[in-house]
């Protein structure tokens, strides 16, 4: 025989017919033998029929003027059905304005400049080149290949720039 | 509902007069005032007009209406400015704020039936106190009369949700009426 617990748990819904057939059959066989259970399957039953009655009267609002809703209801349906207009008027809004009138500045003065390579490279923020990126341990002295062109001729400059000091000298 | 999804715009002011009050009444029970339930009752039959062509005529009307009355209402109440915006679900009835159509229940119906203007009281106060899913599913099975599926369609559980629901709200209101010795 199941558990007065576990029947008790069922006994609102088997009041209320909404229990399975398998389960009716537990929880009748069960109330058959249990004088505490179907007395409380019976107080439930009769609580249940005093619940439907008070609750119906604590939802019933009665007096529903449903036509003035209804003709509400219809001015609503028709604005929604209105194709909205469209307002930009938020746009001239002096906190929209401002930071986009910013942007716009920043972007043309960037594009001005050459684009992010060229404005961005020098200041270490743009990405290194594809050919770098391939092959790291290759250019791990990157920074010192970009200036091999002047220390490819750097004998040159020193000697010149001692020619100039001897030449300011005897002079 | 059909008709309405026709275009049958007679048919969805019928299906309007038949369902608002029981609407209102029932939205009442969570967001605390008439008006604010009037305004929550249109904003459904507004979203049920918008979106009739999702009707599937295989579940009732009133299990879809439910659904969305049902979802309101809960989202009303888990709102954090509700409590801010309606009146204190507290206050007794009859107090100058409250709908007299609430006020009224016990006045109106008193020569059909003995119940006081007390225990209604004390029930109406149980059911406010009840948390809103357990409220829902009690009103829908108890005043409109759903069954259990149609009670976990429209709270979107599972029907043994609704049996474990109805029944702890069935037994915790069953014990404030034997306070009141009804």
């Known amino acids: ?171 | 509902m059909l008709a309405v999804q026709r275009g049958d715009a007679s048919a969805f002011e019928r299906l309007f007069t038949k369902h608002i009050a029981n609407v209102v009444g029932f939205a009442a029970r969570f967001v605390g005032t008439r008006a604010r339930a009037e305004e929550l009752a249109q904003d459904v039959f507004l979203q049920v007009y918008k979106h009739r062509e999702r009707y599937e005529p295989q579940a009732r009307f009133s299990t879809w209406l439910y659904r969305m009355v049902t979802n309101a209402c809960l989202s009303e109440v888990r709102r954090a400015d509700y409590r801010g915006r309606t009146q204190s679900m507290d206050q007794p009835v009859g107090d100058a704020d409250d709908p007299p159509e609430l006020a009224d229940i016990s006045a109106r119906n008193s020569e059909d039936d003995a119940l006081s203007r007390e225990t209604l009281e004390r029930v109406r106060t149980v059911l406010d106190d009840l948390p809103p899913q357990q409220r829902a599913a009690l009103l829908l099975a108890r005043v409109e009369g759903f069954s259990y599926e149609e009670v976990a369609a429209s709270l979107s559980c599972s029907v043994s949700a609704v049996k474990s629901l109805i029944h702890r709200a069935t037994v915790t209101l069953r014990e404030s009426l034997k306070e009141e010795g009804v």
């Not at chain 1, 929880?27 to 439930?44: F, G, K, T, W």
């Not at chain 1, 219809?74 to 207009?85: L, T």
């Not at chain 1, 009138?101 to 003065?109: C, D, E, S, T």
């Open chain 1, 1 to 171: 025989m199941a558990s007065c617990g576990a029947v008790r748990e069922n006994l609102t819904a088997w009041v209320d017919s909404e229990l399975s057939p398998r389960r009716v059959e537990r929880v009748r066989e069960h109330v058959a033998r249990c004088a505490d259970c179907a007395a409380e399957a019976e107080s439930l039953r009769a609580s249940i029929g005093l619940q439907r009655r008070v609750l119906t009267r604590l939802t019933a609002v009665g007096d529903v003027d449903s036509a003035m809703l209804h003709a509400r209801l219809r001015r609503a349906v028709a604005a929604e059905a209105e194709p909205r207009p469209l307002r930009w008027s938020w746009i001239f809004r002096p906190m929209v304005l401002a930071p986009a009138v910013a942007l716009l500045a920043v972007l043309v003065l960037f594009t001005a400049a050459g684009g992010p390579t060229d404005v961005l490279a020098p200041l270490g923020v743009a990405p290194p080149p594809l050919a770098v990126k391939r092959a790291t341990g290759l250019f791990k002295d990157y920074t010192l290949i970009q200036h091999l062109d002047e220390l490819e001729h750097f004998d040159t400059v020193e000697s010149e720039s001692l020619d100039d000091e001897q030449d300011s000298q005897t002079g």
